[in-house]
């Protein structure tokens, strides 16, 4: 099954400081949950602990465009790639990360979906706090 489901949630900051902080790789483990326990540029990579192991995260490049997508190499030697956008909203910025279901159950891209929206809250709550 290759199901996409869309996560958003709004921020109450510009589109620009918003994308600083979800794109900055270092500022992971303060709202992505799965990569809590830290994340180190190792060798020119980012490396996080999972709870599967060591992960590589690389982002897509610097650009205007709000586009933060991402690529997730699980010590597995697999791949997945997260697509996620920041876009204008009309009460600041609109995170959007599409969820892919990679042969997921029903149960388990429910679950998903809903670590992701709990993820965007926190993302959510570190940017609204952070000074301006």
Do not use: C, K, Y
């Not at 991402?70 to 009309?90: A, D, K, L, Q």
């Not at 995170?95 to 891209?109: P, Q």
């Amino acid at each position: 099954m290759s199901d996409s489901r869309h996560v958003s949630i709004v921020i109450h900051r510009p589109v620009a400081e918003v994308v600083a902080i979800a794109g900055d790789a270092a500022q992971l483990p303060h709202w992505a949950s799965g990569l809590a326990s830290g994340v180190e540029f190792i060798d020119g990579a980012w490396v996080a602990q999972s709870p599967m192991g060591a992960v590589l995260i690389e982002f897509a490049p610097a650009n205007d465009f709000g586009v933060i997508d991402h690529w997730v190499t699980v010590p597995s030697g697999e791949r997945f790639f997260n697509p996620m956008r920041v876009i204008e909203h009309p009460a600041g910025a609109e995170v959007l990360f599409t969820l892919r279901r990679n042969g997921m159950s029903d149960a388990e891209f429910d679950a998903d979906a809903a670590t992701i929206a709990e993820d965007l809250a926190s993302l959510r709550d570190l940017a609204e706090a952070a000074p301006r």
